[in-house]
Nanobody, 115 residues
Framework: QVQLVESGGGFVQAGGSLRLSCLASGSISRLAGRGWFREAPGKQRTLVASISDGGNIKYKDFAKGRFTISLDNAKSTMYLEMNNLNVEDTGVYYC?????????WGQGTQVTVSS
C-alpha cells in the first residue's frame, strides 16, 4: 500500500514562495506517474504539474514560469517549488501517484496567500 504525506504549506504574502514536499512510502511501480493537484475554495481539484514515468514534466499554464516540480528518488520525495505566489494560488495542495495497481493521494496541505 502506497502512502503519501504532504508538508510545507502555510501562510504567505503575495509575491512570496513556498516549497511543498510529498514523502512516499510503500512499493511504487516503475510505471508510476506523479503530480501535484490543488483544490481552491468552491472549485474542483485541478492538476498543477506532473512527472510521467519517463520523466516528462508538464505544467498547467498558471504554473508555468512560477512553479517547479521535482523528484528525489533517493529520498522518495516529490517537491513543488512555488514562487511569486498570488491570492489565486490559495487552496489545498495534494500529491498524487498513479500506477497500474492504483491511484494514491495524500491528505493535502493548505496554502494561503494573502494580498
Amino acid at each position: 500500500q502506497v502512502q503519501l504525506v504532504e508538508s510545507g504549506g502555510g501562510f504567505v504574502q503575495a509575491g512570496g514562495s513556498l516549497r511543498l514536499s510529498c514523502l512516499a512510502s510503500g512499493s511504487i511501480s516503475r510505471l508510476a506517474g506523479r503530480g501535484w493537484f490543488r483544490e481552491a475554495p468552491g472549485k474542483q481539484r485541478t492538476l498543477v504539474a506532473s512527472i510521467s514515468d519517463g520523466g516528462n514534466i508538464k505544467y498547467k499554464d498558471f504554473a508555468k514560469g512560477r512553479f517547479t516540480i521535482s523528484l528525489d528518488n533517493a529520498k522518495s520525495t516529490m517537491y513543488l517549488e512555488m514562487n511569486n505566489l498570488n491570492v489565486e494560488d490559495t487552496g489545498v495542495y495534494y500529491c498524487n501517484i498513479w500506477e497500474p495497481h492504483g491511484d494514491y493521494w495524500g491528505q493535502g496541505t493548505q496554502v494561503t496567500v494573502s494580498s
